[in-house]
């Protein structure tokens, strides 16, 4: 079957929540009115189960998906993960990579090399505590974040790739700490302008710390230039040290929208495909799973939502898109 291909951007890239759970309210998903102790997380019986999400991988690779990664919620609270990931791992000429708060990692980290898993992001947002409760309302401290990193680096889960959400007026300032000690670790930071992402963040455009600032902070310090793109269609504009020491990534959806060259769909843990971070709704796959389709029905499904895609939430982004309805991050991943 030929790759899916809607405006010139083939499918490749799919990223699939495994749970709407977490151990920490990030910085997109804070209010703890809403997400609290009292929040009501997807029943059991309403998440797909790891046979279902493995074979709408293998029907997703069939169309020409080259890289899953699975996100959460933290997807380590998934009970059992490794095993998906030994399922998902059987799927030729797949990527199979994953994002986490790291937290779990110092547990998990040897079973997922083990299992299959390529390599993995952490998100981190500061190494001060204090700054990092603030943008996640953690209980546990940076240490074990980065206990975790070691945990993955010493199972050979690399390279490691860690992403930073910067706030204004919250942790611009560690901008300069993150860079410094990653670039000594050997790990790759990517900075990721704040976006709009859902309906509870209390978003706006003046806490956006552009990509461009964020460049010529760094250059002030560490002189960079420019790295080609791995491929196209990725999301993080790369940056190299100019004395070789390695390089970092700007994620700029804010100030420099990429949705012409967006390749990625996201699957919910209950099932639902999202074509655009900040889609309003999603296309059920769940009942297909579960009413009897044969493949050939859901690979027609597939088809005909990539190929009906006319996403651009970011290149259209203004005042008057921000009280539009949008998908949660719990649901969706990054």
């Given at each position: 079957?030929?790759?899916?291909?809607?405006?010139?951007?083939?499918l490749?890239?799919?990223?699939?929540?495994?749970?709407?759970?977490?151990?920490?309210?990030?910085?997109?998903?804070?209010?703890?009115?809403?997400?609290?102790?009292?929040?009501?997380?997807?029943?059991?019986?309403?998440?797909?189960?790891?046979?279902?999400?493995t074979?709408?991988?293998?029907?997703?690779?069939?169309?020409?998906?080259?890289?899953?990664?699975?996100?959460?919620?933290?997807?380590?609270?998934?009970?059992d993960?490794?095993?998906?990931?030994?399922?998902?791992?059987?799927?030729p000429?797949?990527?199979?990579?994953?994002?986490?708060?790291?937290?779990?990692?110092?547990?998990f980290?040897?079973?997922?090399?083990?299992?299959?898993?390529?390599?993995?992001?952490?998100?981190?947002?500061?190494?001060?505590?204090?700054?990092?409760?603030?943008?996640?309302?953690?209980?546990?401290?940076?240490?074990?974040?980065?206990?975790?990193?070691?945990?993955?680096?010493?199972?050979?889960?690399?390279?490691?790739?860690?992403?930073?959400?910067?706030?204004r007026?919250?942790n611009?300032?560690?901008?300069?700490?993150?860079?410094r000690?990653?670039?000594?670790?050997?790990?790759?930071?990517?900075?990721?302008?704040y976006?709009?992402?859902?309906?509870?963040?209390?978003w706006?455009?003046?806490?956006?710390?552009?990509?461009?600032?964020?460049?010529?902070?760094?250059?002030?310090?560490?002189p960079?230039?420019?790295?080609?793109?791995?491929?196209?269609?990725?999301?993080?504009?790369?940056?190299?040290?100019?004395?070789?020491?390695?390089?970092?990534?700007?994620?700029?959806?804010?100030t420099?929208?990429?949705?012409?060259?967006?390749?990625?769909?996201?699957?919910?843990?209950?099932?639902?495909?999202?074509t655009?971070?900040?889609?309003?709704?999603?296309?059920?796959?769940?009942?297909?799973?579960?009413?009897?389709?044969?493949?050939?029905?859901?690979?027609?499904?597939?088809?005909?939502?990539?190929?009906?895609?006319?996403?651009?939430?970011?290149?259209?982004r203004?005042?008057?898109?921000?009280?539009?309805?949008?998908v949660?991050?719990?649901?969706?991943?990054?």
């Open positions: 079957m030929p790759l899916l291909d809607t405006l010139n951007r083939p490749r890239d799919l990223r699939i929540s495994v749970t709407d759970r977490c151990n920490f309210r990030c910085v997109y998903c804070m209010p703890k009115e809403i997400f609290g102790p009292e929040y009501q997380f997807l029943p059991r019986d309403k998440v797909l189960t790891f046979e279902e999400i074979r709408l991988a293998r029907l997703f690779a069939s169309v020409g998906v080259k890289k899953i990664r699975l996100t959460g919620g933290e997807p380590l609270v998934r009970k993960l490794p095993e998906l990931v030994a399922m998902l791992s059987h799927i000429d797949m990527e199979l990579t994953m994002t986490t708060n790291g937290s779990l990692l110092p547990r980290a040897s079973q997922l090399k083990k299992a299959g898993l390529k390599r993995l992001t952490v998100s981190l947002d500061s190494l001060d505590n204090e700054i990092f409760k603030a943008m996640n309302d953690v209980d546990f401290p940076v240490e074990k974040v980065l206990e975790g990193m070691d945990a993955a680096k010493a199972a050979g889960l690399e390279p490691i790739k860690v992403n930073m959400v910067v706030k007026g919250v611009e300032q560690s901008i300069l700490p993150m860079a000690f990653f670039r000594e670790k050997g790990f790759i930071l990517r900075f990721i302008e976006m709009d992402v859902g309906q509870t963040n209390g706006r455009t003046n806490d956006v710390v552009s990509a461009k600032e964020i460049i010529s902070m760094l250059n002030t310090e560490m960079l230039e420019p790295a080609d793109p791995n491929y196209r269609g990725e999301v993080a504009e790369r940056w190299r040290y100019k004395d070789g020491s390695g390089e970092v990534g700007v994620i700029a959806s804010v420099q929208a990429f949705c012409r060259d967006c390749n990625r769909s996201r699957l919910s843990a209950e099932g639902q495909l999202y655009c971070l900040f889609a309003v709704k999603g296309h059920d796959f769940r009942d297909l799973l579960r009413n009897g389709a044969s493949d050939a029905d859901i690979l027609q499904k597939i088809e005909t939502v990539w190929g009906k895609r006319a996403d651009r939430y970011s290149e259209i203004s005042e008057n898109t921000i009280p539009l309805p949008k949660e991050m719990s649901h969706i991943g990054g």
